[in-house]
């Protein structure tokens, strides 16, 4: 560890923890630290004590679980075992588009009310609140899961991250200049790239000397492709983190073999944060079971391990508008045995969800189909539901499913248009299909957008 870094973590990391957070984070990474390692039934406990917490206050505080929990006629206390929770509702994406002022705790200060919206991937876009304590707890959960990987905080990383948004907040300036000091985090926006940005970015690379590189499951591929095709060596670091979208294993040994280094497979979510990871020895993904409570379920009962079930989470730690049995539209399957690290946090073994092809834009450049539906959602939430498909360049269908604004007014399909000039060029030609429903893939996976004309294929089942 270089001076700067033993400075940073030692020195400026705890001032700047303790300023921001009031303390509270290192409160958080030290619990999660230790808590980790709590045997599973341990764990089990603490997280089912915490949902008991959550459940009894979203029942005194929050009109929309009062009502909901009132019709399906069970009160918090009624809940005794995992198969109680099967009798309490399951909360849609559309609920809390429709219900967000319902969803507010009425004992909540409006002072603490951070708001937010995905546009990660999710092709729907929700807007909720959390607290400045879940803030906090978020950052700390991803740190933890940062540090097995060898990601310490204040060590250099890369990002090969497709959200724009996320790196370009309000306050440019400042930002900047944290980032350059503190976060020291470099980025190559695959919103659209070619393989001129790729051969750039890894010569940029070479220079900085990131730790580690977070990336796009499929801008990662993409970008380990187009350096193996012209045999131009990767830069080496020491992990790489794949994230927002489904790694498969052919891709992992694709991006593994061209870096030289062990790739760490990570599941999150805008609304939750990071929900579970890979740790070094790599044998399922670790939930972060204190802050969320994970519920798979098939046929309204609950997976068995090594059984697909859909994933419902429970927020346990954000009291201003949990989540409770929340449904995030992505399917996994229980792990059958424990990691051999040791840590009690119950694992994953395999995830199904988010599959987006490139499309091809009018230059020949690749535009990441998870960003473009991702900003297109998030700026027009009454299109609910897209699908991009794409099946020669120059042109694309989008295929909507708009619900009861069915067909969508002038100024939203504008919107479309405007976005997907810049994003695809303006030799793009953009047409409409509306539909009832964007159905599933047989194995449950969602595709969001599909290219037969781009150079790789990620859709494919
Ligand atoms: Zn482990």
Redesign the pocket.
Known sequence: MSLYETFLQNILFPMDAYRSGRGKLFKYLKEFEKSQFLSREEIQELSWRRLKTILQHAYDNIPYYRKSFDAAGIAPADILSENDLLRLPILEKRQVQDHLDELVATNWSKDDLILDQTGGSTGTPVKYYYSSDRLISRKAATYRHNRWVGWDICSKSAAIWGASRDFHPPIKFLNKLRNFFFDRQIMLNTSTFNETDVLEFNETLKKYRPKSILGYANALTVFAQVLKERNIPAYNPYSIVSSAEMLTSENRELIENVFGCPVFNRYGSRETSVIASE?D?R?GL?VMAEGLYLELVIDGRHAQAGEMGEILVTDLLNFPTPFIRYRIGDMAVWSKKP?S?G?GLPTLETLTGRVTDFLITDDGSLCSGASLTALVVAKRPELKQIQIYQERQGEVLYRIASGKNHPLADNDLNFIREKSALYLGKGTKIAFEFVDEIPKTASGKSLFSISNAAPYKFTKE
Do not use: A, T, V
Request: net charge neutral; aromatic share 0%.
């Open positions: 740790c020895h044998e670790h990691c690290c840590r």
